[in-house]
């Protein structure tokens, strides 16, 4: 289907690595829920909330729509999402339109980190 959307989270404990990969159209009801798995997720780190880095792998969608762009942006700013921020958050896009949404985010986060691959996006996490 042209307009489905696919995701997997994995958690590595050691690293306190947070990895999203995320592939298709994402809708506002996608971003919604599929951000719901991922403060779930988050939670589950306990005492290692805020020591935590996340990666969202992108790399599978080549632009989402401007009310999902809005949607996360507001998300972002929401007060007790901000209490499960992450350290670092990456992102790994492919296309040029996705890179410009993702810089949109940096209005309400502005450390977000942009790359072209997962290795150099995950060393850059890593890094203190």
């Excluded at 999402?81 to 940096?106: C, I, N």
Aim: net charge negative.
């Amino acid at each position: 289907m042209p307009n489905s959307v696919s995701h997997s989270i994995e958690v590595d404990l050691e690293r306190k690595l947070l990895d999203l990969r995320i592939g298709g159209l994402v809708s506002p009801e996608d971003a919604a829920w599929i951000g719901e798995e991922l403060r779930a997720a988050i939670r589950a780190l306990g005492p290692d909330v805020g020591k935590h880095v996340t990666l969202y792998d992108a790399s599978a969608v080549h632009v989402v729509p401007q009310e999902t762009v809005e949607l996360i942006k507001h998300t972002l700013d929401n007060p007790a999402v901000r209490q499960l921020w992450a350290r670092k958050v990456a992102f790994v896009v492919h296309t040029a339109l996705a890179r410009l949404q993702v810089q949109r985010l940096r209005e309400v986060r502005a450390d977000i980190g942009v790359f072209d691959d997962r290795e150099t996006a995950i060393a850059w996490l890593m890094e203190p």
